[in-house]
């Protein structure tokens, strides 16, 4: 089985604190996103990546980087925590290709205070 | 860009009932994934349809997507608590599979 793992199910950080969020598959996907998860807005992609240092802008990139430097290890970066990003982050992984589908992390709940 | 609209938004039924949750797209899908999210956890996979008419079933869930791939409902038989959840269509309009579109989730409840 696919195993994708966030590194915190709840973190409380402050406002303008820099947060990092880590998310590791275990499968050798190519492709890995991050996502954030508002009640009535549903799953918007943030970033993706579909190799080591290697990035794409999803659909509200803005307030947030990524890094992958490792093919298992996709990062999260909030470089000046603000309230409007308390939310629900979820990770996932794909091999990428039509007929795969993505793998989910369970999600990290980020409250900035 | 792609938007996926599902139906109902919130649905309570009685343990045993059937019941039907639907996916429609703005445009033509490529790929249609179904997820399915226990509160406050992740996502997980349960059927991926391609193929207009396309048909899939696991345990007491099917999945169909229409001859046109813009429409995809998902069926429960016999409604269990287990169903319980936040169920959630995913589309893929590029054929990789890189960028899913998601809709805003069928919050199910099941009552004993």
Same mark, same amino acid.
């Not at chain 1, 509200?60 to 490792?70: A, D, L």
């Not at chain 2, 860009?1 to 703005?26: A, F, R, Y």
């Not at chain 2, 997820?35 to 059927?47: A, P, V």
């Given at each position: 089985? *696919?195993?994708?793992?966030?590194?915190?199910?709840?973190? *409380?950080?402050?406002?303008?604190?820099?947060?990092?969020?880590?998310?590791?598959?275990?499968?050798?996907?190519?492709?890995?996103?991050?996502?954030?998860?508002?009640?009535?807005?549903?799953?918007?992609?943030?970033?993706?990546?579909?190799?080591?240092?290697?990035?794409?802008?999803?659909?509200?990139?803005?307030?947030?980087? *990524?890094?992958?430097?490792?093919?298992?290890?996709?990062?999260?970066?909030?470089?000046?925590?603000?309230?409007?990003?308390?939310?629900?982050?979820?990770?996932?992984?794909?091999?990428?290709?039509?007929?795969?589908?993505?793998?989910?992390?369970?999600?990290?709940?980020?409250?900035?205070? | 860009?792609?938007?996926?609209?599902?139906? =109902?938004?919130?649905?309570?039924?009685?343990?045993?009932?059937? +019941?039907?949750?639907?996916?429609?797209?703005?445009?033509? $899908?490529?790929?249609?994934?179904?997820?399915?999210?226990?509160?406050?956890?992740? $996502?997980?996979? $349960?059927?991926?349809?391609?193929?207009?008419? /396309? /048909?899939?079933?696991?345990?007491?869930?099917?999945?169909? +997507? #229409?001859?046109?791939?813009?429409?995809?409902? +998902?069926?429960?038989?016999?409604?269990? =608590?287990?169903?319980?959840?936040?169920?959630?269509?995913?589309? #893929?309009?590029?054929?990789?599979?890189?960028?899913?579109?998601?809709?805003?989730?069928?919050? +199910?409840?099941?009552? $004993?």
């Amino acid at each position: 089985d *696919v195993k994708v793992t966030q590194s915190s199910r709840y973190l *409380v950080k402050r406002t303008g604190e820099k947060v990092f969020l880590e998310c590791v598959q275990d499968m050798d996907h190519e492709n890995m996103f991050w996502y954030r998860q508002d009640p009535g807005l549903g799953l918007r992609l943030i970033y993706f990546s579909y190799d080591v240092k290697m990035k794409e802008k999803g659909d509200i990139p803005e307030g947030y980087s *990524v890094s992958r430097e490792k093919k298992e290890r996709f990062s999260l970066i909030l470089e000046s925590a603000s309230t409007n990003q308390t939310s629900m982050y979820l990770c996932a992984s794909g091999l990428g290709g039509s007929n795969q589908p993505q793998h989910f992390g369970d999600g990290t709940r980020l409250s900035i205070l | 860009s792609q938007e996926l609209e599902q139906s =109902p938004q919130s649905l309570i039924v009685q343990e045993g009932k059937n +019941l039907t949750i639907n996916c429609t797209s703005s445009k033509t $899908l490529y790929g249609l994934y179904w997820y399915k999210q226990k509160y406050g956890e992740g $996502l997980i996979f $349960l059927m991926m349809l391609q193929k207009g008419g /396309e /048909e899939k079933s696991h345990e007491k869930i099917t999945a169909k +997507l #229409d001859e046109k791939k813009q429409q995809s409902s +998902l069926h429960i038989t016999a409604s269990q =608590p287990s169903h319980a959840g936040i169920y959630l269509c995913g589309a #893929d309009g590029t054929g990789t599979a890189s960028k899913l579109t998601f809709g805003t989730g069928t919050r +199910l409840q099941v009552t $004993l």
